[in-house]
């Protein structure tokens, strides 16, 4: 039986004389995957996938600017508070992502250069949306590395071993707690597959599959959020990113529900229309009656051209 996870002596990984930072690798693989996923989903629905490589050159240092942002933001105390180092909020290195911002400013620059491009904006929001969290269950692993984020003290099988250097004050005693990182990339993992579901099995308009992204991984960022012990601003008894993903969740939901209400949602027939069936660009149910209206003695052979009706034979001239 696993008696606990170990965590990394150190935060690099040595290649001869070159040093890489784990958490900076994460970020890049998952930055990878996504474009991968977003460009194959893109050229599926008839799109250039080059232009994702394009949107990506942008709007991923958009992201990161956006995610470190957040994170200053909400955590100035230790970078301009008592005893902290300015300079340190440029150490990206040593982590500190808010994904809120990232997600927010990277889709909007996105969504900008796309636009740029002539491009159709929902529809590559709907190749982007499981892609995104695919992203950021590979990404969580930065958070291993460096052992942080982790949660509340725990001797159970799968519990995360932390140095006593990385263990806040108040839990110093402990060894093993709950790891957070591993259960939000599962989750992350679960979003993915809810994504591809959704869009299987629900009829929604385009550009509404980022809207269920969000919505589901909010829902999951609600509870692995409200079980880590790092420092965080508090408004009442939750974590002020436990209120920011439960009020993103809401508008999530709102958007999704708004935007799919009323008229009948847009959905790309993927069936090809067969020439002479139905109207030009229509294709109709399998197996039905295309000459609905057409007596079926004396009907004009499919294709031939109808003229007027004969009159009878012994009809007066």
């Not at 911002?101 to 796309?114: D, K």
Request: aromatic share 10%; hydrophobic share 45%.
């Amino acid at each position: 039986m696993i008696a606990s996870l170990p965590s990394p002596s150190s935060g690099a990984i040595h290649l001869g004389p070159l040093q890489l930072r784990a958490y900076g690798l994460c970020i890049a693989l998952g930055v990878w995957a996504a474009v991968v996923v977003t460009a194959r989903r893109y050229r599926a629905r008839g799109g250039d996938p080059n232009l994702i490589t394009t949107i990506a050159i942008w709007a991923v240092p958009a992201g990161i600017v956006g995610a470190r942002i957040y994170h200053v933001i909400t955590d100035y105390e230790l970078y301009f508070g008592a005893g902290g180092h300015p300079l340190n909020a440029l150490k990206i290195w040593d982590g500190g992502l808010g994904i809120w911002g990232g997600i927010a400013l990277g889709v909007v620059v996105g969504a900008w250069v796309a636009h740029r491009h002539h491009a159709d904006v929902p529809l590559l929001l709907d190749c982007a949306a499981p892609a995104l969290p695919l992203a950021q269950a590979i990404g969580r692993w930065g958070n291993w590395w460096n052992q942080e984020l982790f949660g509340r003290p725990t001797t159970l099988p799968w519990a995360l071993e932390i140095s006593r250097g990385h263990r806040p004050a108040a839990y110093v005693q402990y060894s093993t707690f709950h790891p957070t990182f591993l259960y939000e990339s599962l989750w992350d993992l679960c979003v993915v597959g809810i994504v591809l579901l959704v869009e299987r099995k629900v009829r929604l308009r385009k550009g509404s599959l980022l809207a269920v992204y969000v919505a589901a991984y909010t829902f999951g960022r609600f509870f692995t959020e409200y079980e880590r012990i790092d420092f965080a601003h508090k408004i009442g008894p939750l974590r002020l990113n436990d209120w920011v993903s439960a009020v993103v969740f809401v508008g999530a939901v709102t958007v999704l529900v708004v935007l799919n209400r009323g008229s009948r949602p847009e959905v790309a027939d993927r069936t090809p229309a067969v020439a002479g069936e139905g109207a030009p660009g229509v294709v109709g149910p399998a197996g039905a009656d295309e000459s609905v209206g057409v007596p079926e003695h004396g009907a004009p052979e499919h294709g031939a051209a109808a003229g007027p009706p004969s009159p009878p034979q012994d009809a007066p001239p």
